[in-house]
C-alpha cells in the first residue's frame, strides 16, 4: 500500500516530523527564530564517520536508519534527557545524517508552527567542481515572501558565507540538477555521494528528485530509501519514460504547486510505500 496526503501544510507535522506529546516540552527552550532552532539541532548529531573514530560503540551507528523525528528524539534522551536547546557532548548525540539534520529541524519548527520543509539534493561548496549528496531545511520568511535555505549541518562550518541563507548556486536540489544535467548545463557524473565510487552520475540526481519530491510532500526519507522505478534507474534499466517523469518531477519541485506534487506523488512509480514510513 502507498502513502499519498491529500494537502500540503508545511506548518504542520507530516508522518515523519510529528513528535509524542510527551516530547513536545523538550523544545520548549528553543530558540524564536528559525535558524536558532537549526543550530540547536546541529548539537544533537553525529556523522557514522565521526561517531566510529570517537569510539561510539558500533551497534549505534544503526540510529542512521531511524527515520521518525519521534524516535530519534527517544534515542535522543535515552543518552541525554536535557532539554532539546541543550548541545550534548559528542558521544551522547545521536548517530545521523544531514538529513536528520534538517528533518529534526523541520519537525521543530512545525511543532512551532513555522512553514518548513526538509530538501533533498546536492551541496555544491564541499568538492572542487562536484555536487555532494546533501540535505537542507528551508523555512518560509513571511516579511520577504520566501523560503530561506539553511545549511542546518553546516551552519559556523564556513563552506559558505551564509550557510542560514543559502544562495541559489549553493545547494541543488535533486530536481534542480536534474534540470541542468538535461539542459546541457553541468555533467551529471559530477554529482553523487563522497566516499563512494559508483554512486555518482544520473540515477543518483533522479533518485534525489524523487526523495525530494517525497520531503516537499512531507515524507521525509532516508538517503538510500529506494522505491518505484529507483533500483532500476541505478541498475541503468530505465529508459526516456522514466527520464521524462524526472523532467515533470523536476518541474513540481521546482514551481511548487500542491496539486502538482500530490498528483505526482500518487503516481505508482512516485508514492513512498507503506512499509517505509517507520
Not at 521518525?68 to 543518552?79: D, G, K, N, Y
Not at 555518482?200 to 538517503?223: Q, T, Y
Not at 522505478?229 to 519541485?253: E, K, S
Request: a negative charge; proline letters at 7%; one cysteine or more.
Amino acid at each position: 500500500m502507498r502513502l499519498v496526503p491529500t494537502e500540503l501544510d508545511y506548518s504542520s507535522a507530516g508522518p515523519l516530523t510529528t513528535l509524542a506529546p510527551d516530547q513536545t516540552s523538550l523544545a520548549d527552550g528553543l530558540p524564536d527564530d528559525p535558524v536558532g532552532v537549526c543550530a540547536a539541532v546541529q548539537a544533537l548529531f553525529i556523522q557514522p564517520g565521526d561517531a566510529s573514530a570517537l569510539g561510539v560503540a558500533e551497534h549505534r551507528l544503526a540510529e542512521k536508519d531511524v527515520r521518525p523525528a519521534s524516535a530519534l528524539v527517544a534515542a535522543l534522551t535515552a543518552l541525554d534527557p536535557a532539554p532539546l536547546h541543550l548541545a550534548r557532548k559528542p558521544e551522547a548525540r545521536v548517530v545521523g545524517t544531514c538529513r536528520h539534520f534538517a528533518t529534526l529541524a523541520c519537525a521543530l519548527l512545525r511543532l512551532r508552527g513555522v512553514a518548513a520543509r526538509a530538501r533533498c539534493g546536492f551541496g555544491m561548496c564541499f568538492l572542487q567542481g562536484r555536487g555532494a549528496d546533501h540535505w537542507i531545511t528551508e523555512y518560509w520568511q513571511d516579511d520577504a515572501s520566501r523560503w530561506v535555505r539553511v545549511d542546518t549541518e553546516h551552519l559556523g562550518h564556513g563552506y559558505v558565507a551564509h550557510p542560514e541563507d543559502l544562495g541559489p548556486d549553493e545547494f541543488l536540489t535533486g530536481g534542480e540538477a536534474w534540470a541542468r544535467c538535461r539542459e546541457g548545463l553541468v555533467d551529471p557524473h559530477r554529482f553523487g555521494v563522497p566516499g563512494t565510487d559508483d554512486a555518482w552520475g544520473p540515477a543518483e540526481i533522479s533518485g534525489n528528485a524523487v526523495r525530494d519530491l517525497a520531503a516537499l510532500c512531507k515524507h521525509e526519507m532516508l538517503p538510500w530509501d529506494e522505491w518505484g522505478r529507483m533500483t532500476a534507474a541505478y541498475d541503468g534499466a530505465t529508459g526516456p519514460d522514466y527520464d521524462r517523469l524526472i523532467d515533470d518531477v523536476a518541474a513540481a519541485c521546482s514551481d511548487g504547486e500542491p496539486s502538482d506534487l500530490l498528483g505526482l506523488f500518487a503516481h505508482e512509480d512516485l508514492a513512498v510505500p507503506r512499509h517505509l514510513i517507520a
